[in-house]
């Protein structure tokens, strides 16, 4: 970053004397004033909840444009990344900052591919889960438990620690979200095959069963490995937040992904897609597009309570570029499978469009999101709605932990400690119970 010829002044009302605040300007986006000497100079904090306002870091990873819908991964539009590369090629270029030529592309794969095996103890962990469990409750516990095999690489302030960590993660989510699959389902676990693409790898080990040879469908491996690059990540959103604050305190990368795990299960963010598919059933049930405009009435009564799920986004103040390219996946997946038909796509383009005309989400800007086409590709290719956001946790994987080897990577950075507006009792003393 650097320093901008503009400052920022504060002053104020009281007759407090007025500070002068520095202005720092990125390569793209909005210039940020340097408030770290504000508690020093003034005594007081800034107030932000929500961060609406706030830069919590400097990155060079992703770059969103909000009112222009764009998203960038070291500067290349998602729209170029997600039709002319892979997810393999993706994370090679968010982990390293640059996309791999034929060679490093094939050494890099096959790292990650020979990095697929979990330990084998580490199966007696689901074991403790009901068969019900949902799997994001399993993966964060799994993710977790991955810290108690490598010891030989958690300290995160060594890079080679951090690399391999980084390539550890990212081979073994498919592995660990599959197993969760397998142990709801009450199948045997399937092992990775060397063989095969990082997404054909996750679907024989999701549907393929020791009783006969699986071939993997090119067409549902292309799409699943479209819906890894559009996940892969963005921004500081929040869990990547939540991964870069666990970070901070020098834990291990294991423990701050599962962090990262645990926040994105939120309906407000990576469970969006479960929720949302869910929302589509539920329409259906109720008379499907006849249904519509009641359901649209409930979303516009603030005391509903509820959301169109899939829509609305903090930063994205116009389409989302990446439920473009989902919406795109979608049709090309369905028409595939001779399901043109699919009464939930049909539903949810519906939705779409009445939503894109009503004036309560033009005039509040909100759009359809990532998550609001990747729940019905998903059911199409034949994974259940509850591993939606596990299949979002893996593919952002590869995000959380560049995001994370950015910051330690950082001689600057510090342990994140915010601190807050105090509106509680002012001190007072302890009565004996009997005076209470
Ligand atoms: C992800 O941050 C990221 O980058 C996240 C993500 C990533 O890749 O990491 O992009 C992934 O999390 C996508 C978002 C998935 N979540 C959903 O689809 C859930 C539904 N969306 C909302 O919960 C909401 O839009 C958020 C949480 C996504 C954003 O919320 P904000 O920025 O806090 O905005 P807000 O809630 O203040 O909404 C502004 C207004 C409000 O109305 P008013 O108070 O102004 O009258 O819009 C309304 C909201 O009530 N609103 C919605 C709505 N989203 C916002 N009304 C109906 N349906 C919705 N979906």
Same mark, same amino acid.
């Given at each position: 970053m650097k320093l901008a010829d503009n400052k920022a002044t504060l002053s104020f009302s009281n007759?407090?004397?007025?500070?002068?605040?520095?202005?720092?300007?990125?390569?793209?986006?909005?210039?940020?004033?340097?408030?770290?000497?504000?508690?020093?100079?003034?005594?007081?904090? =800034?107030?932000?909840?929500?961060?609406m306002s706030t830069a919590s870091c400097q990155s060079a990873i992703t770059y969103i444009d909000g009112d222009k819908g764009e998203l960038l991964y070291r500067g290349y539009p998602i729209e170029q990344l997600a039709t002319q590369c892979d997810f393999m090629e993706t994370c090679h270029l968010l982990l390293y900052g640059n996309l791999p030529d034929a060679s490093a592309k094939a050494k890099f794969t096959s790292r990650v591919t020979h990095h697929t095996m979990v330990n084998e103890q580490m199966q007696f962990f689901l074991r403790g889960?009901?068969?019900?469990?949902?799997?994001?409750?399993?993966?964060?516990?799994?993710?977790?438990?991955?810290?108690?095999?490598?010891?030989d690489s958690t300290d995160i302030s060594n890079p080679e620690h951090r690399d391999i960590s980084a390539i550890r993660l990212i081979a073994k989510m498919p592995t660990l979200v599959a197993m969760a699959y397998k142990y709801s389902a009450g199948?045997?676990?399937?092992?990775?095959? !060397?063989?095969?693409?990082?997404?054909? !790898?996750?679907?024989?080990?999701?549907?393929?069963?020791?009783?006969?040879?699986?071939?993997?469908?090119?067409?549902?491996?292309?799409?699943?490995?479209?819906?890894?690059?559009?996940?892969?990540?963005?921004?500081? !959103?929040?869990?990547?937040?939540?991964?870069?604050?666990?970070?901070?305190?020098? =834990?291990?990368?294991?423990?701050?992904?599962?962090?990262?795990?645990?926040?994105?299960?939120?309906?407000?963010?990576?469970?969006?897609?479960?929720?949302?598919?869910?929302?589509?059933?539920?329409?259906?049930?109720?008379?499907?597009?006849?249904?519509?405009?009641?359901?649209?009435?409930?979303?516009k009564d603030k005391n509903s309570g509820v959301k169109l799920m899939g829509f609305g986004h903090r930063v994205y103040k116009n389409y989302d570029p990446r439920a473009k390219l989902m919406q795109e996946t979608c049709k090309e997946v369905l028409a595939a499978l001779g399901l043109e038909n699919d009464p939930l796509f049909k539903l949810a383009m519906a939705l779409e469009k009445i939503a894109l005309e009503d004036d309560y989400f033009v005039s509040r800007k909100l759009y359809p999101n990532v998550?609001?086409?990747?729940?019905?590709?998903?059911?199409?290719?034949?994974?259940?709605?509850?591993?939606? =956001?596990?299949?979002?946790?893996?593919?952002? =994987?590869?995000?959380?932990?560049?995001?994370? !080897?950015?910051?330690?990577?950082?001689?600057?950075?510090?342990?994140?400690?915010?601190?807050?507006?105090?509106?509680?009792?002012?001190?007072?003393?302890?009565?004996?119970?009997?005076?209470?």
């Open positions: 007759g407090s004397p007025s500070i002068d605040l520095p202005v720092y300007q990125g390569s793209v986006g909005p210039d940020v004033v340097d408030i770290r000497k504000l508690y020093a100079q003034t005594g007081m904090f =800034t107030y932000d909840p929500g961060f889960f009901r068969r019900d469990a949902h799997p994001m409750a399993i993966l964060t516990g799994l993710v977790g438990a991955l810290s108690a095999f490598y010891h199948q045997p676990y399937m092992y990775p095959k !060397n063989h095969l693409s990082y997404a054909g !790898n996750f679907l024989h080990m999701m549907f393929a069963t020791p009783c006969e040879d699986y071939v993997v469908n090119p067409v549902i491996e292309h799409a699943l490995d479209r819906i890894f690059v559009l996940h892969a990540d963005h921004e500081q !959103n929040a869990s990547t937040s939540t991964v870069r604050l666990c970070g901070s305190s020098g =834990t291990n990368p294991f423990a701050a992904i599962a962090a990262g795990v645990a926040c994105l299960w939120g309906p407000a963010h990576g469970g969006a897609n479960e929720a949302c598919l869910t929302m589509l059933e539920d329409i259906q049930k109720m008379g499907g597009i006849a249904k519509v405009g009641h359901f649209m009435e409930q979303v998550d609001f086409y990747s729940g019905i590709v998903q059911r199409a290719i034949g994974i259940p709605v509850s591993l939606f =956001t596990a299949i979002f946790a893996l593919a952002r =994987t590869v995000g959380w932990i560049a995001q994370l !080897n950015e910051m330690i990577g950082d001689p600057e950075y510090k342990i994140g400690r915010p601190r807050q507006l105090f509106t509680g009792s002012v001190e007072r003393d302890v009565l004996p119970i009997s005076q209470r």
